[in-house]
């Protein structure tokens, strides 16, 4: 039963791929849903029979895998508190955007395709989090990520979609070198890559070396690096974000599966689940927290300019998960997870709204040619005011659990770390607060600034559309509420040894519960403060826009966050275009077009040409020499075959 949980999905796959011309197009819909639907259900029976039974941490042993010397790895399907509420929340997310798709996707000729897609990214998923060894989580690992370019890629006759799925892989190749080399180093030192193992070695391992060119590195040093580096590239951390806002050239359903549940956390699981490798790994916490503060801080300052109503939010996506990333910096590794739960209602929601927008305006996607929605689809504002509302972290709502106590952790961490990156967090609620509301204004407030034609022919969602927005609002209202105490109440046991935090590090959440009440609050007056300064800028200043101009300085401010702190511009013409260059120059000019083809195939027929011709003078049309020609090879025959007779051979 529990391997049947991460099977179907993988038969899903299959049946939709494969016989789809023998199911046609609504059976393929239905019966991948129906498979995800019994995914579902058998994640909560699991999580059930193992919860009442306090039983979570239960390993099953499929088969050996590798068996090398004194190498040996197996597929182990670990199921603890960790994965089982990933697999609950990904087949979730996964079956509201496969019941959202039936009616998005219900004019497209290769629905069987995108639902066959779909279910493959949900399996690889599966076995990410399911693993019990490294080698298995990256299988996992690389199937989501080979899952995103055939999904972000799916309209391939389209050249943004074809350019956004290869800069997505090609980054990831970057985090997945790091990911292998962190393997190999761990397999070097602990002779093995499976979890429980590495746990029960790592105290006697601590202080152990790694000697490279006569330098020594800390062995857990390098290895937290080389993970932290993969995690960046897949959670689309600064530096090697710039696939992520791209990546919404694919379907919107796509997005909503991606930015949620699946490929982006995958990187921020990778640090939770190797939480018992980074509790060792100080200095590389400590870049940990700086570098998911300012994402969380670039991503959100991005979005504020943003007209593409899901760019802004794949930007919200980005700086979301800098919390999480920063929260496992200061070794809250189960509140980042709370977040990652979180955050996967409340953003596959806004994403399901942004389609459901896009599909009844014709495709449009820019929010400066939207307005008056709010008339003509209540519905869709309304779970799209509670999505944004449980993002800028508004009280009493699922986001406010988890982030608000991220800054808390952050504050009471008396660090230049943590208040780092509690202040720009804190920033970061502002911007958060603004872009939402900034969406809310101009796509349902303000008056209509769209083509007629868009609103003549504009409707509701359909019940399929609607039906999963429904449930994912209701997430985004009441599951930090219920879930609070059981995932980071004081004394909770919940996570058992899934989570691994040295006693020293647990000290700043215990202190987060008695911060004041000034700082619990402080996040929502940010979020006001930005309701008001949307409201003041949307309809007070840009009404009056053409009779003043902005400040050099503010002119500077909109164009760098517009243009995304100017990322894939300095990736373009500093790195990118001088790097072709140089590989054309020095590498493809004089040894692909030159030594390989000089002594490749121009040489072959250069050679050949050659000897033909010196063979061509031979034929002068004299029987003569002929003749003279023949009886020499006989000569030659001849004398060499007696040589051999001769002398023995």
């Known amino acids: 039963m529990l391997l049947l949980n991460i099977l179907l999905p993988l038969f899903s796959a299959i049946i939709a791929g494969l016989f789809s011309r023998l199911l046609g197009r609504k059976g393929a819909m239905l019966l991948s849903s129906i498979f995800i639907l019994f995914t579902f259900l058998l994640s909560i029976c699991n999580f059930s029979r193992l919860y009442f039974k306090n039983n979570f941490f239960f390993v099953v042993d499929a088969l050996t895998w590798i068996d090398f010397g004194h190498i040996k790895v197996n597929w182990i399907f670990l199921f603890d508190s960790l994965s089982l509420w990933m697999m609950i929340v990904v087949s979730l997310i996964s079956l509201c955007v496969h019941v959202y798709s039936v009616a998005y996707m219900g004019n497209d000729p290769h629905q069987p395709r995108f639902f066959s897609y779909l279910s493959l990214f949900t399996f690889f998923m599966l076995i990410l989090v399911s693993a019990g060894n490294y080698l298995q989580l990256f299988v996992g690992w690389e199937g989501v990520g080979l899952c995103s370019y055939l999904l972000i890629a799916f309209w391939y006759n389209r050249i943004a979609a074809n350019k956004a799925a290869l800069k997505a892989i090609f980054l990831n190749r970057i985090g997945d070198l790091a990911f292998v080399i962190a393997m190999l180093l761990i397999l070097y030192v602990f002779e093995s890559l499976d979890f429980a193992i590495i746990l029960q070695r790592i105290e006697y391992l601590n202080y152990t070396n790694f000697i490279f060119f006569s330098t020594q590195f800390n062995i857990f040093v390098l290895i937290c690096t080389f993970f932290f580096i993969g995690a960046v590239g897949k959670s689309a951390q600064i530096g090697l974000h710039t696939w992520l806002p791209d990546a919404m050239e694919g379907p919107t359903p796509v997005s909503a599966l991606i930015h949620s549940a699946t490929m982006v956390t995958a990187g921020v699981f990778l640090i939770i689940r190797s939480s018992f490798l980074f509790e060792y790994a100080e200095n590389v916490l400590l870049i940990v927290v700086f570098i998911g503060a300012l994402t969380s801080f670039f991503a959100a300052s991005a979005g504020l300019l943003q007209n593409d ?54 495709d449009e996607q820019d929010i400066r040619k939207m307005g008056g929605l709010v008339n003509f689809m209540p519905f869709t504002y309304i779970v799209m005011l509670i999505g944004s509302l449980s993002l800028a972290g508004f009280p009493f709502l699922t986001g406010f659990y988890s982030k608000d106590f991220i800054l808390e952790v952050a504050f009471v961490t008396i660090t230049p770390t943590g208040l780092f990156s509690y202040w720009l967090g804190m920033i970061t609620v502002f911007f958060t607060a603004y872009y939402s509301f900034r969406i809310l204004f101009l796509v349902f407030f303000i008056n209509p600034q769209g083509y007629k034609i868009n609103y003549i022919t504009i409707h509701e969602v359909s019940w399929h559309m609607g039906l999963p927005m429904f449930f994912l609002a209701l997430g985004s209202i009441f599951f930090g509420f219920f879930f609070k105490d059981l995932f980071i109440g004081l004394g909770s046991d919940f996570f058992l040894d899934s989570i691994y935090i040295l006693p020293e590090h647990s000290d700043n959440i215990i202190l987060a519960e008695y911060v004041s009440v000034f700082v619990k609050n402080l996040p929502f007056f940010f979020s006001i403060l930005a309701l008001f300064t949307v409201y003041f800028f949307e309809f007070v200043i840009f009404k009056f826009v053409l009779k003043f101009k902005l400040s050099y300085i503010g002119r500077v401010l909109v164009v760098f966050f517009n243009k995304k702190w100017f990322f894939d511009l300095i990736y373009n013409e500093f790195i990118g275009i001088p790097f072709l260059k140089n590989c054309y120059f020095m590498v493809f000019q004089p040894l692909d077009k030159g030594f390989l083809e000089y002594i490749g195939p121009f040489g072959i027929a250069k050679v050949t040409e050659n000897l033909a011709r010196a063979f061509s003078r031979l034929h002068t049309g004299h029987i003569s020499q002929y003749l003279f020609f023949f009886f020499l090879f006989l000569y030659c025959v001849l004398f060499v075959w007696n040589f051999f007779i001769i002398y023995g051979f």
């Open 309 to 362: 109503i899901k760019k802004i939010i794949a930007y919200s996506t980005c700086s979301q998960l800098g919390y999480m990333i920063f929260a496992c910096g200061l070794s809250a590794y189960h509140v980042s997870f709370f977040h990652l739960v979180n955050h996967a209602f409340f953003k596959a929601l806004l994403f399901l709204c942004a389609g459901s927008i896009i599909h009844a305006l014709n």
